[in-house]
């Protein structure tokens, strides 16, 4: 300490030094400079242009300056030289014999010009080696101790009444609950407390409200930690921070710890490859420790790991060993009556006009997730503010909506043509999906510009949907060529707006090969990775080429052929494209019981139930 206190004083004065300004008095030529020189109180002088720098022989002081002997001035333009130069001969100045003040030396500068860098260097990496020296424990900065959110009991509203949509989930917790408020009744009876419970599902489902309503319920501290935090450039220090966030645990038992994004550590050692910096060291250590630390455990201790991810299946296999994590919770994402429910629940504090009704929101959000549906009622509300409604309407809700399925609108000039193009390119996409047996019905149409695409055409089934069949997918296909096969029907030639749509369909069409056997030449063999994963997983077999080669010609076929049968149905139907592109010019968003009027063209009857919502640009 003694010696960081020393570095920084000498940093200070030298940085002091190197600033101070030299004490050198600015004097006027006339009459103070030539008085001096015919008084024989100038020893020397150099000059550089008409600026004079010079040396008295006693120090003067001039102004309100210090006495000093170094002075500088400036010659007027108009003083004569040879005048001058006459004068200092006779007064016997030495003229620029040297320079008076030669400024500093090179290691002078040196070290003034660096100094305070290097100590400032210095310093640091004492500060890391005293840390380092610490373990990590409590050095001076405490690299290592654990980021974990403690929240106590008292503070902690969420409870499962805040949690909703996700029933089976939160029926496998009510026995955590049970075993953190009577741990006793467990033990007596010789059973095995679980220690780790391990929920699975997509982000935004709910499980760190779940894990936050378990330690609600039993009224225990949460300790809250994201994986990806123990992870640090500095090897080492996820370990550490791994046994201090358990010690803080054990301390305040009975007490939950809650690892979100498990995966960022536990992913299988098999399957990630390392990186070059040595993430894959760290992680490994990191891990190692978590496995410590619950193996450790003494089952009285009372203290529950929940860990979250969203990838439960490239987990490490020793992670889900018995007596770690071998509870196994799915967080599904909610269905109809759970979405609901989840509305409900969020807008138990929002003034909703009586007229909104919640079933039908649940209804029109398939695919949406617990943390999309607070988003929404929170933009609704948010909304509503800026309209100074008193209460959150079902346009706020709707319009919300609109806004985060479709993106918000973007304000750009189009020229008339372009309209016109984006309009038969919208109302393609929406004939066919008006047409196509097994295609989602359409809920919206629009010319207005949002995020990259000109135009939107969204479609959304009617209920919930588990599976996905084939006729259903071969729709998808379809209506998403449907807007660039109305480009080419109508102006005969192409542009690059439909590139998004190609993406979407060749994806669909390579997973139907690839992923689920829907195709005969390649039969039920997975033979392309699931998305984001390296081929090296279970199941995606390596291919060889012959057979990938056959994967394209067979994603080629279906594409061909969807693009034939779509194009037919266009020229068939052209009066009702012409129809439906008249109307979008005119109002340039309908939604769905216009588009279907304005087409001329019958709701589907036969309702299809569907999970995936799909939109085309
Ligand atoms: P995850 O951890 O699964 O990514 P979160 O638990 O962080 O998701 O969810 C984020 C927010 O979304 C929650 O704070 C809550 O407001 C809302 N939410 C998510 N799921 C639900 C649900 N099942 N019931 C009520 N609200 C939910
Ligand atoms: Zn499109």
Do not use: C
């Not at 029109?364 to 209460?391: C, I, K, W």
């Amino acid at each position: 300490m003694v010696l960081i206190i020393g570095l920084l004083a000498l940093n200070l004065w030298i940085s002091s030094k190197a600033l101070s300004p030299n004490p050198r008095v600015r004097i006027p030529y006339s009459p103070t400079f030539l008085t001096q020189i015919k008084g024989q109180n100038v020893s020397e002088i150099s000059s550089t242009g008409d600026a004079i720098q010079g040396m008295f022989k006693n120090p003067v002081k001039y102004g309100g300056s210090e006495p000093t002997t170094l002075f500088s001035t400036q010659v007027p333009s108009f003083a004569d030289g040879a005048q001058l130069s006459n004068l200092l001969q006779s007064e016997g100045v030495t003229i620029d014999a040297n320079s008076p003040d030669s400024g500093p030396s090179f290691l002078e500068s040196l070290i003034f010009g660096f100094g305070p860098t290097l100590l400032l260097i210095a310093l640091f990496v004492l500060i890391m080696r005293r840390a380092a020296a610490a373990g990590g424990g409590g050095g001076l900065m405490s690299f290592g101790r654990s980021r974990a959110r403690r929240v106590e009991a008292a503070e902690q509203p969420v409870t499962f009444a805040d949690v909703a949509g996700i029933d089976e989930a939160k029926e496998e917790l009510t026995e955590i609950v049970d075993f953190l408020k009577n741990p006793d009744k467990y033990v007596a009876l010789g059973g095995r407390i679980p220690r780790g419970v391990l929920l699975s599902g997509a982000p935004g489902t709910g499980k760190t409200l779940l894990a936050r309503a378990v330690a609600g319920e039993a009224g225990v501290p949460f300790f809250l930690m994201s994986a990806s935090e123990f992870v640090e450039m500095i090897v080492g220090v996820g370990a550490s921070r791994v046994r201090d966030l358990f010690q803080q645990a054990k301390a305040a038992a009975p007490a939950i710890i809650f690892i979100d994004e498990l995966d960022a550590v536990g992913r299988s050692r098999a399957a990630g490859g390392a990186n070059i910096t040595g993430g894959h060291d760290e992680r490994e250590q990191t891990l190692n420790q978590i496995l410590t630390e619950m193996d450790g455990f003494d089952p009285r201790s009372g203290v529950i790991v929940l860990a979250a991810t969203n990838r439960a299946e490239i987990l490490d296999p020793a992670l889900l060993r018995p007596g770690r994590f071998d509870r196994r919770v799915s967080v599904q994402p909610p269905d109809r009556g759970g979405r609901e429910a989840i509305l409900r629940v969020h807008t138990r504090s929002v003034p909703l006009d009586p007229q909104v009704d919640l079933g039908a929101l649940a209804a029109s959000t398939p695919g949406m997730v617990g943390a999309d549906l607070a988003n929404l009622v929170n933009e609704a509300a948010l909304l509503a503010a800026r309209r100074n409604h008193t209460m959150v309407t079902r346009e706020d809700l709707s319009d919300s909506l609109e806004r985060i399925v479709l993106g918000a609108e973007r304000k750009v000039m189009l020229t008339e043509e372009d309209r016109r193009r984006t309009a038969y390119h919208e109302a393609g996409h929406a004939i066919v999906g008006m047409l196509t047996p097994g295609a989602d019905p359409v809920r919206k149409v629009s010319i207005i510009p949002r995020g990259q695409a000109l135009g939107v055409t969204f479609s959304a089934p009617d209920a919930d949907r588990f599976n996905l069949d084939q006729q259903h997918l071969l729709a998808q296909i379809k209506v998403a060529l449907g807007g660039r096969a109305a480009e080419e029907i109508v102006f005969g030639d192409l542009t690059t707006g439909a590139e998004s749509d190609i993406q979407h369909l060749t994806q669909i069409a390579r997973h139907m090969v690839g992923r689920w056997g829907m195709s005969r030449a390649i039969g039920p063999v997975a033979v392309i990775p699931r998305d984001g994963y390296g081929p090296l997983l279970p199941g995606a077999a390596e291919t060889s080429e012959a057979t990938q080669r056959l994967v394209d010609e067979e994603v080629r076929r279906i594409v061909e052929s969807a693009h034939a049968e779509v194009s037919a149905l266009l020229r068939e139907h052209r009066a009702n494209l012409d129809a439906l592109v008249a109307r979008l010019l005119d109002r340039e968003t309908l939604d769905e019981a216009d588009a279907y009027a304005a087409a001329a063209l019958p709701r589907n009857p036969e309702a299809q139930p569907e999970e995936l919502t799909s939109t085309v640009g």
